[in-house]
Structures are given as structure tokens and as C-alpha cells.
Nanobody
Framework: QVQLVESGGGLVQAGGSLRLSCVASVANGYAMAWFRQAPGKDRAFVAAISWSGGVADSAESVKGRFTISRDNAKKTVYLQMNSLKPEDTGVYYC????????????????WGQGTQVTISS
């Protein structure tokens, strides 16, 4: 059974930084991704990274500010978030899928419980 546990969320002022972590009990070969969901909105793609770490993608709204990385020895994916904006507020979810990275939530079968990120203006 795949289990994902996110951590690192919190309340920060605009312009600040946070680093999210997700520990996943998965075998080799899984791509990992971060999504976020603001109140009243659909879950949206943030960033994804391949098993090897050699392929990564991120949403246009976070390019240049957020960086996804992973440590397979620790079975952990990270999301470094810099220059945070109030519109980055939401619940951030970690997800995994077998194979290549995708940006659609429907492509991911396994999800974490989410961690709240709140950015104050």
C-alpha cells in the first residue's frame, strides 16, 4: 500500500520561503508531483519530477520561484518555494504515479493528506 506523508506547510508573509517535504512508501520508478488546491478551486498542478530526477516540469505561475527535487534514498520529494505570494495559498498535496510525469491530477492514483500553506500579504 502506497503511503504519502507531507510536511512543511505553515503561515508566512509574502516574499518569504517554505520547503515542503513528502515521504513516500513507493518502489522504484514512480514519478512524483505537487498539486495545490485553493478554497473553492480545483486542484491544480504545481510541479512534477521523474524517478531519476532528470525530467521536471512546473506550472507557469511558479516557474523561477518553486523548485522540485527528490532524494530517492530517503524516498522523499521536496518543493522549495521562494518569493511566495498570497495567491500561492492553499492545501498542497503530494502525488505519485508509475512512469512519466504528468500534469493532470487524474493521472495520479496515490495522494497524501495535504499540508496547508498560507501566505499573508
Amino acid at each position: 500500500q502506497v503511503q504519502l506523508v507531507e510536511s512543511g506547510g505553515g503561515l508566512v508573509q509574502a516574499g518569504g520561503s517554505l520547503r515542503l517535504s513528502c515521504v513516500a512508501s513507493v518502489a522504484n520508478g514512480y514519478a512524483m508531483a505537487w498539486f495545490r488546491q485553493a478554497p473553492g478551486k480545483d486542484r491544480a498542478f504545481v510541479a512534477a519530477i521523474s524517478w531519476s530526477g532528470g525530467v521536471a516540469d512546473s506550472a507557469e505561475s511558479v516557474k523561477g520561484r518553486f523548485t522540485i527535487s527528490r532524494d530517492n534514498a530517503k524516498k522523499t520529494v521536496y518543493l522549495q518555494m521562494n518569493s511566495l505570494k498570497p495567491e500561492d495559498t492553499g492545501v498542497y498535496y503530494c502525488a505519485v504515479r508509475w512512469g512519466s510525469i504528468k500534469s493532470a491530477p487524474s493521472e495520479y492514483r496515490h495522494w497524501g493528506q495535504g499540508t496547508q500553506v498560507t501566505i499573508s500579504s
